[in-house]
C-alpha cells in the first residue's frame, strides 16, 4: 500500500543517517562500477546496475521505508493537505531549495496553486528516479516547480520539451499559453521558438479556439512580420476583426492593429467589400483613411509611376507568405533521394492589380545529391590517385528557382523566393522549415542542410514524399526619385 499520502510518522534520526549512509554508498559504488577501467590483460567490462537502482529508490519513496523528512503541500482550494514521506538526502541532492529548508527541520509545509499540488507527486518522483511522464497542459506547472524549488535539470527539461512539442495536437490548443508563459519567466529561447511557430502555421491557428487568447502585444508582433504563412491578407484581416470585436480594446490599440494590415495587398473589390460590411472598420475608418486611399492608389497606378511618390520599400508594400496560387505552387516530390526532378509554374508579375494581367513563369531543380565544389572529384596526372572517391552520401539536397522568361515588365520589380517544408508532426501537417532567398540567387545556400532524405522515416518526408510549398514575393522599389 502507497506511502505517499499517507499519515506515517517520521522515522529516528538513526534510521535517517543509516537510509542515507546506504543510498549514498549505492549510488557511489553504481558510478565506481560505470567508470572501472580494468587493467592488465583482462578484458574491459562494465557492470550496470542502475535499473535496479532506480527500482529501489522508487520502492523507498512508496514504502517510506527509513523516511526522515515530511512534506505537507497544502492549497488554498482545500484544508486538507498532502503528505510525503521522504528522504532529506535526495531532495538535497536535486533541490537548493529543500537543502536550505531542510537544515533545521523535518516537517515543511508547502503552500502550493492546485495546478502545481496536483502535480506535487510527479515532481517528488522525478527527485528520486530523474524521469517524469509529462501531457501538453501540465508542462506549464511542472515548469513552474522546478523554477521554484530550483532543480534546474528537469526545468530546462521541461523548456526542451516545450520546444519539441509546439505542432503536438491539442483541443484547445498550447502554443499561445506557452508563449505567453515565456515571456512572464524571460525564457527568450522558448519565446521565440513559439513566435516562428505560430507565424509559420498562423492559418491554423486563426481557425483555432487559441486565437482569441492572443494577447495585444502577441498579436502586434505577428503584425509586425513579414514571414506569416497564411492564404492571403485578407483571411489575416477577418480573423484580425473577429479578434477586436471578442475583445473590445481601446480607440489606441484597435488603431495600432488596424494600420499594421498591408491593405495594398488585398485586391481592389475586396477592399469595397471591406469598407461596407465591417463593423470594425465602419466604427474606426478615420484611423486607416489615409492607408486604405494609397491603397487604392497603389493598384490603379503603374508601379513605377507610384514608387516615384509613394516610399515602397516600407512593410507595407512587402508581400507576406502567402498560399494563394497566384504567389506560388505546391510540390510533392515522391521518393526525393531517388533522381533529380524539374517543374514549373506561374505567379503574377506583382500584388499591384495593374500587374494583375501579368504572369512570370518559373523553373524549378531538385537534385538530391548535388556535391558542393569542395567535394566534387579532382583529376590528377598521378596513376595511383586518378580520382578521388566521392560517396553519394556527401551530396546534399539543392533545389533552384529561376524565371524563364525576362521581360521590361521586370523593371522595379525583385523576387524573393521563399520554399516552405512540411513535416507530419503528431498527425498533422505543418511547416516546420522554411528557407528564403532573394532575387540575387537562385538557390538557398542552407536548404535542406540537416535533412537525410535516404531515410523513410525522416522528419522531413511525408508518406516518403517531400512536401514543398514555393511561393515567390514580388518587392517593388524606386528606380527614380522625384520629390513630393
Known amino acids: 500500500m502507497s506511502r505517499l499520502t499517507g499519515t506515517r510518522p517520521v522515522a529516528t534520526r538513526r534510521w535517517g543517517c543509516a537510509t542515507a549512509a546506504f543510498l549514498l554508498l549505492l549510488l557511489l559504488t553504481v558510478q565506481a562500477a560505470q567508470k572501472a577501467d580494468l587493467s592488465g590483460e583482462g578484458t574491459a567490462a562494465t557492470i550496470n546496475h542502475s535499473l535496479t537502482l532506480l527500482q ?11 523516511s526522515d523528512t515530511v512534506l505537507r503541500v497544502r492549497t488554498a482550494a482545500s484544508e486538507e493537505a498532502k503528505v510525503f514521506h ?23 509545509t508547502l503552500h502550493e496553486p492546485p495546478e502545481t499540488a496536483a502535480l506535487f507527486e510527479k515532481f517528488i518522483r522525478y527527485l528520486y528516479c530523474g524521469g517524469v511522464s509529462i501531457l501538453l497542459h501540465q508542462a506549464i506547472p511542472m515548469h513552474q516547480l522546478a523554477s521554484k524549488y530550483r532543480v534546474w535539470g528537469l526545468q530546462r527539461g521541461m523548456a526542451d520539451y516545450m520546444k519539441t512539442h509546439l505542432a503536438s495536437e491539442s483541443s484547445q490548443g498550447h502554443v499561445v499559453g506557452w508563449y505567453h508563459y515565456a515571456v512572464r519567466i524571460g525564457d527568450t529561447a522558448l519565446q521565440e521558438s513559439c513566435l516562428q511557430f505560430l507565424a509559420w502555421n498562423l492559418s491554423s491557428v486563426l481557425g483555432s479556439a487559441e486565437w482569441s487568447s492572443v494577447s495585444v502585444e502577441l ?3 505577428l ?28 480607440g489606441p490599440v484597435v488603431a495600432r492593429v488596424l494600420r499594421a494590415i498591408r491593405y495594398p495587398m488585398i485586391a481592389p473589390s475586396q477592399l469595397f467589400r471591406l469598407q ?15 492607408l486604405l486611399f494609397q491603397a487604392f492608389q497603389f493598384h490603379a497606378a503603374s508601379p513605377l509611376h507610384f514608387a516615384k511618390y509613394f516610399d515602397v520599400n516600407c512593410s507595407m508594400f512587402l508581400p507576406r507568405n502567402y ?17 533529380d526532378r524539374s517543374t514549373s509554374f506561374q505567379t503574377q508579375l506583382g500584388p499591384s492589380s495593374h500587374d494583375a494581367g501579368k504572369r512570370v513563369t518559373w523553373n524549378v531543380l531538385f537534385s538530391p545529391r548535388w556535391l558542393p565544389v569542395s567535394l566534387r572529384p579532382v583529376y590528377s596526372d598521378s596513376v595511383s590517385s586518378a580520382v578521388q572517391p566521392v560517396r553519394i552520401e556527401d551530396g546534399r539536397p539543392r533545389l533552384v528557382i529561376t524565371p524563364a522568361m525576362s521581360s521590361p515588365d521586370f523593371a522595379g520589380v525583385s523576387f524573393q523566393k521563399t520554399v516552405l517544408v512540411g513535416v507530419r508532426q503528431q498527425g498533422r501537417v505543418l511547416v516546420k522549415h522554411a528557407y528564403s532567398f532573394h532575387q540575387s540567387s537562385d538557390e538557398a545556400a542552407d536548404f535542406l542542410a540537416q535533412a537525410d532524405l535516404q531515410k523513410r522515416t ?27
Do not use: C, M
Open 56 to 66: 529501489r529508490l522508487q520502492e523507498l519513496l512508496q514504502n517510506g521505508n527509513g
Open 219 to 221: 498579436l502586434l508582433l
Open 276 to 290: 461596407v460590411q465591417s463593423a470594425v472598420l465602419a466604427r474606426h475608418y478615420g484611423a486607416v483613411q489615409d
Open 458 to 484: 525522416s522528419e522531413y518526408l511525408i508518406d516518403n514524399s517531400l512536401h514543398l510549398h514555393i511561393i515567390i514575393k514580388p518587392v517593388y522599389h524606386s528606380l527614380i526619385k522625384v520629390k513630393k
Open 223 to 250: 503584425l509586425e512580420r513579414s514571414d506569416l504563412v497564411l492564404h492571403s491578407e485578407l483571411e489575416l484581416y477577418t480573423a484580425v476583426e473577429s479578434w477586436l470585436l471578442r475583445w473590445q480594446p481601446e
Open 323 to 339: 498560399l494563394a496560387p497566384s504567389w506560388g505552387s505546391q510540390w510533392v516530390i515522391n521518393n526525393p533521394a531517388r533522381d
Open 86 to 108: 521522504t528522504h532529506q538526502l535526495l531532495l538535497s541532492l536535486q533541490s537548493e531549495v529543500f537543502e536550505s529548508l531542510l537544515r533545521n527541520q523535518s516537517v515543511i
